[in-house]
């Protein structure tokens, strides 16, 4: 902090030694943390730190001088560079993505086409899964069944170690409950596991194919706003609304795609001139290029003249 208090003092001295060089005949303004006018023909020691305003003689305001930045305010002005930065580096990957959509499809039908072709290759591996359902249903019950009798043993014989003997008569010998076997308990492990993956790979392939359609319904409806008129880079937020987005550069889409044995024609665009395929129309992109708040209208490729 005391090094840029010293910064921040060395350049109001410099800005007072070059105002005081400037003109002698000026006259110099400033206002106090108090609120007090301080004048002067040179600077007044008051205004090291505030906005300094040169007037002439005759009371004009020749020029003003800005008051030197705080820490504070210096430290939100870098953090705001950041945030820039930050915002412009997500602008023009979001601009790749979008071009790359523009150029990978041509037609709302190809996302379905798409989509349906990720699908299928989900559902035939769930069907696979699905196969295995009855399997390790029938294994899984057979140990539990195993399981379940030694289990009911145990408590048959605990209850009757329990049991009172009658008055006179000797306690009957319980007969000792057999423990389960540990190769038992082993398969039934492993059964009771195969069933909780199985089930788990089902989830996820339900979980994945919910996500792939969300994809592309995602990208269809960002590519029908492209197609719209909303500029590439746009960033928008979870309820759709803009939140930042690229400048718009002039284009013509499909300046590049000249259709073999067409004619070739000109297409004027925001002033610039496209080479183009005689009778195709062409999609003009340019800020506000179709009236307010449209940026994009169709323009026709022409006989050159």
């Known amino acids: 902090m005391r090094m840029k208090t010293r910064i921040l003092s ?28 301080h004048y002067g023909d040179t600077m007044p020691p008051q205004c090291a730190k505030k906005e300094i305003t040169e007037m002439s003689k005759q009371g004009s305001v020749v020029k003003k001088y ?28 979001q601009k790749l993505r979008d071009q790359a959509l523009i150029a990978t499809y041509g037609s709302e039908r190809e996302f379905d086409v798409a989509r349906d072709k990720d699908l299928a290759g989900m559902d035939a591996r769930k069907k696979t899964l699905q196969s295995r ?24 014989a605990k ?20 423990e389960i076997p540990p190769q038992l308990q082993q398969d039934y492990n492993r059964a009771k596991n195969d069933r909780e993956s199985l089930d788990k790979e089902l989830a996820k392939v339900d979980a994945d194919r919910a996500i792939v359609i969300a994809k592309y319904d995602g990208e269809k409806m960002r590519w029908k706003k492209l197609k719209g008129g909303m500029p590439a880079g746009t960033l928008l937020d979870e309820k759709g609304e803009v939140i930042a987005k690229a400048e718009i550069d002039s284009q013509i889409v499909g300046m590049s795609t000249l259709i073999p044995g067409r004619p070739r024609g000109v ?12 009778g195709i129309s062409y999609a003009c992109r340019a800020p506000n290029i179709g009236g307010p708040g449209v940026n994009v209208k169709i323009v026709a490729c022409l006989e050159r003249r």
């Open 133 to 156: 359902n009855g399997e390790v249903d029938k294994t899984l019950a057979k140990y539990q069944n195993e399981m379940d009798f030694y289990v009911a043993g145990k408590a048959k």
């Open 10 to 37: 060395s350049l109001a001295v410099s800005l007072l030694a070059t105002l005081a060089a400037t003109s002698a005949h000026a006259t110099y303004k400033c206002v106090d943390e108090k609120g007090i006018t």
């Open 267 to 278: 297409a004027t665009c925001d002033g610039k001139v496209y080479e183009c395929s005689l």
């Open 66 to 93: 800005e008051a030197p930045l705080t820490p504070e305010q210096l430290k939100a002005q870098a953090e705001e560079r950041e945030r820039r930065r930050e915002t412009d580096k997500k602008v023009a990957d």
């Open 159 to 178: 209850a009757k170690d329990g049991e009172k003997a009658p008055k006179g008569k000797d306690t009957p010998p319980v007969k000792e409950a057999k």
